[in-house]
Nanobody
Framework: QVQFVESGGNLVQSGGSLRLSCEVSGRISTAMGWFRQFPGKQRERIAV???????YYDTSVQYRFTISRDSAKNTVFLQMTDLKPEDTAVYYC???????????WGQGTQVTVSS
């Protein structure tokens, strides 16, 4: 079983930046992804990083968010810039499997962007 602890969420003003962290307990063998969940909605994948370091982004966050990983620390990051009120959500990380999260979800981290 692999576990995830997300952190770094906060209340920021529109246009601001945040850096989210995902500490991974256990071994990851495939890509890692960041997801977010709006109230009453399903989680959606927004960024992926492969073991080779290739990255993929949903169009809603492309050019504003950057996913990266520190393999030595078993940590994945999401640098978020130019935040918008519509980015307000709970953010989660997970290992990717078939486009979805492979393991049980962590508690997530709340990002709130005020206008």
């Amino acid at each position: 079983q692999v576990q995830f602890v997300e952190s770094g969420g906060n209340l920021v003003q529109s246009g601001g930046s945040l850096r989210l962290s995902c500490e991974v307990s256990g071994r990851i063998s495939t890509a890692m992804g960041w997801f977010r969940q709006f109230p009453g909605k399903q989680r959606e994948r927004i960024a992926v990083i492969t073991p080779a370091g290739n990255t993929y982004y949903d169009t809603s966050v492309q050019y504003r968010f950057t996913i990266s990983r520190d393999s030595a620390k078993n940590t994945v990051f999401l640098q978020m810039t130019d935040l918008k009120p519509e980015d307000t959500a709970v953010y989660y990380c997970n290992e990717m499997l078939g486009g979805q999260g492979r393991w049980s979800w962590g508690q997530g981290t709340q990002v709130t962007v005020s206008s």
